[in-house]
């Protein structure tokens, strides 16, 4: 018997010869969601197979900065001991703005709830935080501390209507990437469970029923055919789809402005597809997130963007994911950032951004950049006497970063879409209740099918609204909140 499978079709489960492998849950990614879900599965007592189409656990949460967005319930221990008490209300609303106009109140809601208990739970599985804070804005710490300002909470709108409080987290780890050292200490619990863990074996297609009931996996394990059986269910943890550059360009074009996507190999879209092969709904596939990392140094904060009309366009204080957002808003892909010499520092090398011009007077750097004469010179003026005054009417930048842009010498620092360092990757994935139950077009569960991290679209789901820790948030909570109630199907048999 011979079949073709593919991710966007599902095998009928009276096409399954015999099962090769059964168990009661099985896991697809072994990412920061997959792990997750299969502690939380095994934990409750749940057979759980994790299967991983590459060689070793990690994913892309591997290759993150490790950072999880936590807080409320009065603060964790990292926030207390800074001297801020973060209410649950106030990340309830900043969660919700964050998730722009189609924010799952229910998933906030259960994740504003929880998310203290979510960080207690994580040092119970061995996840360390030093628990200081460190209040400059940066991308993440070079250092092993923990707390810092992630996002937009300091900046309007957001301010206006949330109490601000930092709720970045990264793990105790010295340098960038403490994503590796959060998915070894996840891994090696999963490992102390007994959970069943298999390398090499790509997913093939979802083994469904008539009625699209997912009872379990066609699997390629070392270059066999394998069909694995999932008594309770199936759990897709398999990444997102911004190496999946057809995809990109069918759901979110304008990502092919910058050509540095984010993620391995795995986020190739096939999670998605084989949900939606067995009617699972897929939204905000068009959402993503995209950076300009222009700080640190949070001196350059005090300048000001313009786009190719000399125009400005966002408050420059909020999160770097914001302004990248924004950015891909404008037309045309010659975007500056505007600085005087007293705010002027040379921003980080990895990051692209060079002098695209210079000049004693704005008149002479608005020459040098060929934009129409007066354009970028009234954007300046009307900033400073605004800032001045200690004001910013059009974007309402915070007090402490305003000041006029008044010593020279005067640079436009070069922030072309299609040079500088523009990262990214999507938001968009299966439309999924806060249990991961993954949902048709008609909002109905499927039966026998849960996803989170990437693959499901949770939490974030807004670009304009990202703050960094989000996605390391959502796949660790809502993997463990698909794992347990997997392991609760089982229960009720």
């Given amino acids: 018997m011979s079949f073709n499978f593919s991710s966007s079709r599902p095998c009928q489960t009276h096409q399954v010869p015999n099962w090769d492998l059964e168990t009661d849950v099985i896991v697809v990614g072994f990412g920061a969601a997959g792990a997750c879900a299969a502690i939380e599965a095994a934990g409750a007592g749940a057979a759980v197979t994790l299967l991983e189409a590459a060689s070793g656990h990690g994913g892309t949460s591997a290759l993150s900065g490790g950072e999880i967005y936590l807080g409320g319930s009065g603060g964790t221990p990292a926030q207390r001991q800074a001297g801020f008490s973060d209410d649950t209300e106030d ?141 309770n269910g199936v759990i897709l943890c398999a990444g997102g789809f911004v190496m999946n550059r057809d995809m990109v360009k069918r759901h979110v074009p304008h990502l092919l402005r910058s050509d540095n996507p984010i993620g391995t190999p795995g986020d190739n879209g096939t999670g998605i597809l084989l949900g939606m092969s067995v009617g699972g709904a897929a939204i905000h596939m068009g959402e993503a997130f995209l950076s300009l990392p222009f700080y640190a140094p949070e001196s350059l904060i005090n300048g000001i963007f313009i786009n190719e009309r000399g125009q400005r366009f966002i408050n420059e204080d909020c999160y770097h994911g914001r302004v990248g957002y924004h950015i891909m808003q404008q037309m045309g892909d010659r975007i500056y950032l505007l600085v005087d010499n007293a705010t002027f520092q040379p921003p980080a090398d990895f990051t692209r951004i060079q002098i695209a011009a210079a000049g004693e007077t704005w008149e002479e750097v608005e020459g040098d950049l060929g934009l129409p004469e007066g354009t970028l010179v009234s954007t300046v003026a009307l900033y400073n006497r605004h800032a001045a005054d200690g004001s910013d009417p059009l974007f ?90 997997a392991a609760k199907a089982r229960q009720q048999g």
């Fill in 91 to 231: 990340l309830f609303r900043y969660l919700m703005m964050a998730g722009g106009a189609d924010a799952d109140e229910s998933k906030v809601r259960l994740y504003a709830e929880n998310s203290l208990g979510h960080y207690e739970w994580l040092v119970a599985q061995g996840v360390k935080y030093k628990n200081t804070f460190l209040p400059e804005k940066m991308l993440e710490p070079v250092t092993d501390d923990c707390l810092i300002w992630s996002g937009s909470e300091e900046a309007w709108p957001f301010v206006e209507h949330a109490k601000p409080c930092p709720r970045g987290h990264t793990p105790q780890w010295t340098g960038w990437g403490g994503g590796r050292m959060l998915m070894d200490t996840l891994a090696a619990r999963v490992e102390t469970l007994g959970v069943e863990i298999r390398y090499d074996s790509r997913v093939l297609a979802l083994i469904a029923d008539e009625a699209n009931h997912v009872h379990g996996v066609v699997v390629r394990i070392a270059g066999q055919i394998c069909f694995a059986r999932a008594r």
């Fill in 396 to 485: 309402h930048k915070a007090a402490k970063w305003l000041k006029p842009l008044n010593e020279p010498p005067f640079v436009a620092l070069d922030c072309r879409v299609d040079y500088a360092l523009y990262p990214h990757f999507t938001l968009g994935g299966l439309d999924t209740l806060p249990t991961g139950e993954v949902l048709t077009e008609k909002r109905e569960p499927i039966g026998g099918l849960y996803a989170a991290g990437r693959t499901a679209c949770g939490l974030p789901r807004w670009g304009g609204g990202y703050s960094s820790g989000m996605s390391l948030a959502d796949a660790t909570f809502f993997g463990r909140q698909a794992g347990l109630h």
